[in-house]
Structures are given as C-alpha cells and as structure tokens.
C-alpha cells in the first residue's frame, strides 16, 4: 500500500484478556518497529524487524508483550493478560533505509478497562 | 545510554510569528542521526527532517530551518511565519548508527505548538 497501514484504529479491552494489533508496512520496506506513546512514558521503542534477522527486542516491557513479523512483511504485536497501564498508542514503522527516515502508522488506541 | 531533553512542553503563538523549538541531546556515539517529526492532531507522526552527526550545515526548507549545533548537543528547529497547520506536537529524536544493534529512536518528550489565528 501507499503507507504503513494499522488495525484496528482503536480497540477496547477488558483487564485480563489478550489483544493483537495489526501493521501492515509498506510494500518492500525491509526495516518495521513498534513503538508505544503513553502519556507517562512518551514515544517508547518496542520492538524491530530487520529481514530475516532476529528481531531486536530490547524494548519491549514484559513477557507479556511478543511480536511476530511473517514473511518479512505484516506483523502482529500481542500483548497478553492486558493491565490497565498498557492503554497506549501503540504505532507502527517501516522503512527501506534509515537514510529516509521511518514512515509511521496512524496507530492503534488501546484502552484497557 | 542516549537521550533526548525537549525542555519546552507547550508553545503558543499568533499566526505569523516565528517560533523556535529547542532540542538537546546525549549520546556516547560519534555517528549518530537526528531526526525531526511532527505530530498533527491526527497523531500520524510525519517525518520532516534527519540530519547526520558529521553534517552540521543549517538546512531551510520553506519555512522551516534546523540548527544543528554540536558543540553544545543541539539540533534546534524553527518555524518561520508560523500558520494554524503548523500547530502540533513536534519531537526531535536520535538514532545510533546503522548497524545491527539496531536502528530504534530516543525520542524527546515533544513540544506541542498551538498557533493561534
């Protein structure tokens, strides 16, 4: 597609349950991040894929949250047994080289109650 | 460990005045990327600029200008006339370079810019 496209746009879930978020990047970007804007934390780093590297996973803040890209192209973030603390702007990234820069998803609005 | 301090939360200004955003940074690395984003009230983060650590020329494009200092570990960006659109959160960020270890962003807490008609 023309962008980084994300879904669902926003996503309610009660305490306890799982959740997955969707990107798609764009076509033949090789490089996808996610990263989560909270209003405590800011823009926090997540997660990377690089090809078929092993992702860097350095960012991600429990063993709850896993993420997973197939084929080098979507992926899922999962974040299971959902805490309140978890409502975030959860947002997506891809691009071909840094030297341009990431191009970001509109993101996904999660609310935990 | 790198970081990126956005010491001005808000801004506001009425239309046509220049407005200044301030951006200091640290980092242990001698090649590094900094990067400017805007944050429209749509919350799409819009890439506006990237600027390497051995490129310390100021840059214009249209109305804006960077300023990238590092002698004093800043990368300053500024709106010239500013406009209603240009009212949004801005965030600078810092990337170490390419590499393996990855290419994830430091961003700063943003600054949110209110223009007013």
Redesign the interface.
């Known amino acids: 597609g023309a962008g980084v496209s994300q879904s669902p746009s926003n996503k309610v879930t009660e305490k306890g349950k799982d959740v997955e978020l969707r990107c798609d990047p764009i076509s033949g970007h090789t490089?996808l991040?996610w990263?989560r804007q909270s209003l405590g934390q800011?823009?926090?780093?997540l997660i990377?894929f690089?090809g078929n590297?092993a992702p860097?996973k350095?960012?991600l803040p429990s063993d709850r949250f896993s993420a997973e890209r197939t084929g080098g192209s979507v992926s899922t973030l999962t974040i299971q047994r959902t805490q309140q603390e978890d409502s975030a702007?959860y947002?997506c990234?891809s691009?071909l080289?840094?030297?341009?820069?990431?191009?970001?998803?509109?993101?996904t609005r999660l609310t935990v109650v | 460990a790198q970081k990126v301090t956005q010491a001005q939360t808000e801004i506001s200004v009425v239309e046509k005045e220049d407005v200044t955003l301030d951006c200091v940074y640290e980092t242990r690395d001698t090649t590094y990327y900094l990067f400017w984003y805007k944050q429209p009230p749509s919350g799409e983060l819009v890439f506006l600029i990237r600027r390497n650590s051995f490129d310390e020329q100021n840059e214009i494009s249209g109305r804006y200008s960077w300023n990238f200092q590092k002698s004093t570990s800043s990368f300053n960006f500024t709106i010239t006339a500013s406009q209603v659109v240009d009212s949004a959160v801005y965030f600078c960020a810092l990337s170490e370079a390419l590499g393996a270890a990855g290419n994830k962003l430091t961003f700063g807490g943003g600054t949110r810019v209110l223009v007013k008609p």
């Not at chain 1, 800011?42 to 780093?45: A, D, I, N, S």
């Open positions: 490089a991040y990263y800011g823009l926090e780093f990377y690089q590297s860097d350095s960012g702007v947002l990234a691009s080289v840094l030297t341009y820069g990431y191009t970001f998803g509109s993101g």
